[in-house]
T-cell receptor, first 114, second 109 residues
Framework: DAGVIQSPRHEVTEMGQEVTLRCKPI?????LFWYRQTMMRGLELLIY????????DSGMPEDRFSAKMPNASFSTLKIQPSEPRDSAVYFC????????????FGSGTRLTVV | KNEVEQSPQNLTAQEGEFITINCSYS?????LHWLQQHPGGGIVSLFM???GKKKHGRLIATINIQEKHSSLHITASHPRDSAVYIC???????????FGKGTSLLVTP
């Protein structure tokens, strides 16, 4: 398995533009997590899915953020409109069991909003 | 107060030294992860523990559930071990990992 695949690896965009981050989880993993990492706050959970259904999105900072998982092999995190404070590394992770299973992280997307 | 506390925050060691990184948590947990992140790199899960001790190469992780404490040890440290090491827990009532702030390790030749 190629692991959790995220794209793009790097994204630079202007304030106000729409940004879409993509994630392909490991086949057979039924949990998918989106995390954000910043110097100030470390790693924070944004949202997670179980069997393609969003379970808790309370970590999503504001309405500008949305996430979807249309099928078991694909998820997106969208920011519209983007702001400079959204600059961070966004990680996707998947797991076969959220409590006792192994966790696999993607390589992350480094987002810079100028 | 963060539920997961790590110490030290920063650590510099000479090649060959034995290294210990500590993690304390304040809630009941079902599992604890030790993660490694190289500068500008992705996050790799080193260990998942729910009890006892695990060993992989030069890395050893231990957990004491009663004391709510875990340690990550690196024997015969090497410059390639330089990275940020992050402790993360699944609480009994939580649904995703709760992360410590990380320990930045630099091993010099």
């Amino acid at each position: 398995d190629a692991g959790v695949i995220q794209s793009p690896r790097h994204e630079v965009t202007e304030m106000g533009q729409e940004v879409t981050l993509r994630c392909k989880p490991i086949s057979g993993h039924d949990y998918l997590f989106w995390y954000r990492q910043t110097m100030m706050r470390g790693l924070e959970l944004l949202i997670y899915f179980n069997n393609n259904v969003p379970i808790d999105d309370s970590g999503m900072p504001e309405d500008r953020f949305s996430a979807k998982m249309p099928n078991a092999s694909f998820s997106t995190l969208k920011i519209q409109p983007s702001e400079p404070r959204d600059s961070a590394v966004y990680f996707c992770a998947s797991s076969s069991n959220r409590r006792t299973g192994g966790y696999t992280f993607g390589s992350g997307t480094r987002l810079t909003v100028v | 107060k963060n539920e997961v506390e790590q110490s030290p925050q920063n650590l510099t060691a000479q090649e060959g030294e034995f290294i210990t990184i500590n993690c304390s948590y304040s809630v009941g947990i079902s599992a604890l992860h030790w993660l490694q992140q190289h500068p500008g790199g992705g996050i790799v899960s080193l260990f998942m523990l729910s009890s006892g001790k695990k060993k992989h190469g030069r890395l050893i992780a231990t957990i004491n559930i009663q004391e709510k404490h875990s340690s990550l040890h690196i024997t015969a440290s090497h410059p390639r071990d330089s990275a940020v090491y992050i402790c993360a827990v699944f609480s009994n009532s939580g649904y995703a990992l709760n992360f410590g702030k990380g320990t930045s390790l630099l091993v010099t030749p």
